[in-house]
């Protein structure tokens, strides 16, 4: 049994990833963590997401043993999160978006005392599309590429960080990214690759963080005993699936 501690448990990915956890004989969310003033802090977790109650509270301090973390918290007090997995040198899994460059160096640099996993998007099938797209553009860069996504209007951070992953394979700047912040629920990337004679054109859609949440917890399950290193969801596709 892989035991998780959950940060940003009340959210919608957190309801998400505790729903898809509990459908699963081999994952047990142990800590369910949301900030000091959140909302949500010492209410029962079932009766927050599903309207029955399961006697999990929600905390804001870590109480009971864990294997590994999965981090789906916003970039608030982000400084604080990182010096925390520091004292704790536990796999971690950052799924938060949004984050500085500085930001990012500093989870980065966490690898060099355990196994660090960055993933904006855990779905397999958006890193099986960038790793196609990589290898279109490495086969003619002279294309041009457009880059396009929507998402709900609570998204906080504009371009998505998947958006701007994809950015930085056709060395785009980010402003170049046409970004669409509209309704509750749902969202899809577009990439086109085209020039005078031909167009490739891929669009993942998703209707729910269900999908997220249990390329989620794929990730956990392959990369939680592994070595400290630095991990993404490309080095999860090569070692599954070339």
């Not at 009766?47 to 973390?69: E, L, P």
């Not at 003619?140 to 958006?163: C, F, M, R, Y």
């Not at 070595?227 to 070692?239: A, G, R, V």
Request: charged share 25%; hydrophobic share 40%.
């Amino acid at each position: 049994m892989i035991k998780i501690c959950l940060i940003g448990a009340s959210g919608k990915m957190g309801r998400a990833v505790i729903e898809e956890a509990n459908n699963c004989n081999d994952i047990e969310i142990t800590n369910f963590i949301v900030r000091e003033n959140s909302n949500a802090l010492d209410l029962d977790v079932g009766k927050h997401h599903f309207g029955k109650v399961d006697n999990n509270i929600f905390k804001a301090t870590i109480s009971h043993d864990f294997d590994c973390i999965i981090d789906f918290a916003t970039r608030e007090k982000i400084q604080d999160r990182i010096s925390l997995y520091t004292q704790l040198k536990k796999p971690v899994l950052f799924c938060t978006t949004g984050l500085t460059h500085h930001e990012l160096e500093d989870i980065k640099n966490l690898s060099q005392e355990m196994p660090v996993f960055i993933a904006p998007n855990t779905s397999l099938v958006i890193a099986l599309i960038q790793d196609l797209v990589k290898k279109v553009l490495n086969f003619n860069n002279s294309q041009k590429v457009k880059i396009s996504e929507k998402h709900h209007q609570s998204k906080l951070d504009k371009p998505s960080g998947t958006a701007l992953s994809f950015a930085k394979l056709a060395n785009l700047h980010e402003s170049e990214i046409e970004s669409l912040r509209e309704g509750e629920t749902g969202n899809w990337h577009k990439i086109q690759i085209f020039d005078d004679l031909e167009e490739l054109e891929l669009k993942h859609s998703a209707s729910n963080g269900s999908i997220y949440a249990q390329g989620a917890l794929k990730v956990v399950k392959w990369f939680y005993q592994k070595p400290k290193n630095l991990y993404y969801m490309q080095t999860l596709i090569e070692d599954l699936y070339e």
